[in-house]
Every structure is written in C-alpha cells, then in structure tokens.
C-alpha cells in the first residue's frame, strides 16, 4: 500500500527555473493538500483541493500554482524560483476535509540558489 | 500569525517515565485537533486526535487531553519508550467549513535509553 509518494526527494534549482512536484496518491482520498515546513516552523498550507478540477488558496500561495485533473494526482509548480522558496514540501490527502487524519508523503527537499 | 502554538522546541524524558506535550490555540473555532509524529527525513503521520465534544482521548500508551476554556491540549506518552524519539506537532481544524489543518512548530522529544 503506497499511500502518498512525492517526487523528487531532492532538488537543487538556479533563481528563476522553473520545476514541478510530484504528488500521487493511491487511497482514493478526495482532499489534497500541498504544505512547506520551513525551519524552526510549523507546516504552512499552500493550496488544497476539494476533488479533481477543484483547487483553492491556502495560507502562502504566492509562486506557486497547482491543478488536479485527476483523483490520484495534485503537482504542485513553481514558476520563477526564488530563494525565499527553500523549504521541505509535503504532500497530503485525507478522506473528509478538516476532518479527520491526514497522510503524508515523505517530502521534497528544494533549495533554490 | 501562529494560531498553534508549541512553545516547548525539545524535551529530553527518561525511558519508562512520562513524556508531556503542550499546545494552545487562540482560535475559539477550532473543534478538532490532531498530534502528528515526525522522524527525521520522513512525512508527518498520524498520532491520536480528540473532538471538541470531548476532554480526554486515550490510545495505548498516547493520552490527549483538551481544556477548551484554556485552549490547550496536551498530549501524554506513558511508559516513554525509545522509539518514542521524534517531532510532535499538534494540529487544529474547525470540520467541515472548507478549512485546513493549522499545524504548531513542533516539539523534539528524546527519550533516554
């Protein structure tokens, strides 16, 4: 049972590139979240979906754009990467919406030089 | 604005004696709270929750306890095992309006063999 995998694990990405997270999960879980744990910090939501085709803004979306066409997939994309974007990504989706536990995947390390 | 607070970042705790978390909240809103656990290099999962309609839930060895009126909620581990030693974020949300999990910064526990 996979549960959520995010891809990559690491990335190193130059000031402006561009690149995409990976998120699939396999629980046919209808909520889908996108969050970034900075040091020292809690988990910060940056966007979240209600079921495919639906997508909403969380707390610090700036920079960052999502869609979800399907159940199983949410990517999450940076445009013009910035510094200020250094984080861990987590991933996660949870059968009712604020509801109950969510699962996470195991994180994207991104540093942005 | 942090409305989950963890203002302990670490606690050290003995094999076998009891292991206590704290975490307040400022939203009155909030009727559902979660304790995550965090390894190193890994996704949060899933502890113990508790619902606002109650003070006291217990899982094994995990206890969480909730004081509305204080808006605090701890979480105990009794006997403190080894394996015990990681990340412990609280989490709240208020269910079914929409919202998302609000996550505190985090408590490192060690427990010593």
């Known amino acids: 049972n996979a549960g959520v995998t995010q891809t990559p694990k690491f990335r190193i990405l130059k000031i402006g590139q561009s690149m995409t997270l990976q998120c699939t999960q396999d629980m046919n879980h209808n909520y889908m979240y996108w969050y970034r744990q900075d040091p020292g910090m809690g988990l910060k939501l940056i966007y979240y979906s209600v079921g495919a085709g639906i997508t909403d803004k969380g707390e610090v979306p700036n920079g960052y754009n999502v869609s979800r066409s399907t159940t199983e997939d949410f990517p999450l994309r940076l445009e013009l990467a910035a510094p200020s974007q250094t984080s861990v990504y987590f991933c996660a989706s949870s059968y009712f919406l604020g509801g109950t536990e969510a699962f996470f995947g195991q994180g994207t390390r991104l540093t942005v030089v | 604005d942090q409305q989950v607070k963890q203002n302990s970042p670490s606690l050290s705790v003995q094999e076998g004696r009891i292991s206590i978390l704290n975490c307040d909240y400022t939203?009155?809103?909030?009727?559902?709270f979660l304790w995550y656990k965090k390894y190193p290099a890994e996704g949060p999962t899933f502890l113990i929750s508790i619902s606002s309609i109650k003070d006291k839930n217990e899982d094994g060895r995990f206890t969480v306890f909730l004081n509305k009126s204080a808006k605090h909620l701890s979480l105990h581990i009794v006997p403190s095992q080894p394996g015990d030693s990681a990340v412990y974020f609280c989490?709240?949300?208020?269910?079914?309006?929409?919202?998302?999990?609000?996550f505190g910064t985090g408590t490192s526990l060690t427990v010593i063999p």
């Open positions: 939203n009155s809103m909030f009727d559902y």
């Open positions: 989490a709240a949300s208020v269910r079914n309006t929409g919202n998302q999990f609000y």
